[in-house]
Nanobody
Framework: QVQLVESGGGLVQAGGSLRLSCAAS????????MGWHRQAPGKQRELVAG???????NYADSVKGRFTISRDNAKKTVSLQMNNLKPEDTAVYYC?????????WGQGTQVTVSS
């Protein structure tokens, strides 16, 4: 059974930093692409950053230069370093794992940025 568990969310002031982590279990982690998505109240879930099984990354325009996604295949984790946070980054952040046949989601972690 595949499981994704996020951690690292919280409350931070604008300009601050947070690091989100997602630990995977129950599958061969290295063969999956990974991503972080977020959903703010009243808005659709959106892709924040993605990283392929080969390590290629992509980012939403709104976070380029501020957020960095990385993965550790040995530890089966994917992380999102978030710097210079803005109030508009406030959302529930979800970890996503995508393979050939399936997509899995974590339960989400709340990030709140105060102005």
């Amino acid at each position: 059974q595949v499981q994704l568990v996020e951690s690292g969310g919280g409350l931070v002031q604008a300009g601050g930093s947070l690091r989100l982590s997602c630990a995977a279990s129950g599958t061969i982690f290295s063969s999956y692409s990974m991503g972080w998505h977020r959903q703010a109240p009243g808005k659709q879930r959106e892709l924040v950053a993605g990283i392929s099984s080969g390590g290629n990354t992509n980012y939403a325009d709104s976070v380029k230069g501020r957020f960095t996604i990385s993965r550790d295949n040995a530890k089966k984790t994917v992380s999102l370093q978030m710097n210079n946070l803005k109030p508009e980054d406030t959302a529930v952040y979800y970890c996503r794992m995508t393979g050939v046949m399936s997509t899995y989601w974590g339960q989400g972690t709340q990030v709140t940025v105060s102005s």
